[in-house]
């Protein structure tokens, strides 16, 4: 979902991509990540798709030079992120987290700015793993109902 929401947003803010195309590819490549992939493997899937998103965009395969480093830096950013905000794992907090940085990574490498607006959790408490105050988007006053 991080990478399918990054395309539609690239695509909104000018970004040059055949959107039907790059959402199927996505899919494709997405399926692949299994779930629990944070901890069994170390790479979360949300940073993981981050990366997808911008090979995709970029044009990347095994072979590429510049794009094939950028989608790497970018999963890196993205996990980096991710991986310093610690765990156990919240899919909704970690895909916040990728999607946060893969705007600032494409604006910054790409120069296609995308809207990110901040973002409150407001159902925290539904977690019982959630790690509170240190998640950048807990909202301490929560209405539970």
Not at 55 to 72: C, E, H, K, M
Request: hydrophobic share 35%; glycine share 12%; proline share 3%.
């Amino acid at each position: 979902m991080v990478g399918a929401a990054l395309l539609t947003a690239y695509r909104n803010a000018g970004g040059k991509i055949d959107l039907k195309r790059a959402l199927s590819e996505m899919v494709s490549r997405g399926k692949e990540i299994p779930g629990g992939s944070c901890g069994f493997w170390g790479a979360c899937g949300a940073g993981i798709s981050a990366g997808i998103y911008l090979s995709i965009v970029t044009g990347a395969t095994p072979l590429a030079d510049q794009a094939w480093g950028l989608s790497n830096q970018m999963t890196s950013s993205a996990l980096a992120r991710i991986g310093a905000v610690g765990g156990p794992r919240c899919c909704k907090r970690d895909a916040y987290l990728a999607i946060s940085e893969a705007v600032r990574f494409t604006e910054e490498k790409l120069k296609i700015p995308m809207e990110w607006t901040d973002i409150r959790c407001t159902r925290s408490w539904q977690n019982h793993h959630c790690i509170r105050e240190r998640c950048p988007f807990y909202e301490e006053n929560q209405n539970h109902g």
